[in-house]
């Protein structure tokens, strides 16, 4: 079940950051064209991730009523469905969500290609409600609006990160192309400006989120939770590395080794998505676990 539920909760987070991810670069690109050019390119991911996402965040409740009565067949109960739904912080919380899944999937598949702001806003409204079902929940007070309002921060700083590395690739494409070659430097050195800040808040906001949760229990290297929440920083930190080699060891070569400074530039970037993937996956479990 735990399994399960992980998997299912993975594939809600990982849809939601590459819709939010997507859209915020695309939005903050500063040509219109180039922003067409690859949100065509990326359409039919995109529209599949929003599909994918409803269904996964839809499935979520079901699956926290079958986990919480340790039995499958609560995902059918209507009475448990319900209870859990209306009377419980989690059920509230899914309900939020599941009206901005709504709301993505109307934006994304019925509305304008072209409005990537209002497509990075309704993404980021989805995106942030995750906050709101993790470990936060088990505290109270100011304390938990805090942790909630830090967690929101943290997922938003990764969504960009993390979803926008694909639009990053395209722009790195385009510039290939000398009529395109101005618009996609100037969009590339907007992504470099935000991506600063993003691993910025990223990286403060986790290293808070880490504090709230294991302070109060403290640190138990034997539990599985703070096994997997290592390896997850571990691999956070490697992620972070390949963007700084990217940023001030290959791209300043573009000039002088331009084949070899791209080619690494792609590698790293790709490596990237793939370990990030893998830290979503963690997260996908790490919520459904206990601290101590």
Known sequence: MLTVFALCRFLAFVTSVLLFGVSAMLALSGSRSLSLSVESGLRRAVRCAAIVGAGAVLCLLPLQAASIAEDWSAMVDADMLTTVAFQT????????????VFCV???FLRGRSDNARLRAVVAGLALAPLGLTGHAAMQS??????????DMLHGLAAGFWLGSLPVFLAFLQLWHEPARRKDATRALMRFSTAGHVAVAVLLLSGAVNTWMILWP???DLTSRYVQLLLIKVAI??????LAVINRYRWIPSIRSRRDLALSRIRRNTVLELWAGGVVLLLVGFLGLLSPS
């Open 217 to 219: 229990a403290g640190v």
């Open 141 to 150: 007070g100011w304390v938990e609006v805090f942790h909630a309002a830090n």
């Open 89 to 100: 912080q989690y059920g509230q919380a899914w309900c939020l969500r599941v009206l901005a």
């Open 105 to 107: 999937l109307a934006v």
């Open 236 to 241: 956070a930190l490697a992620m972070v590395a």
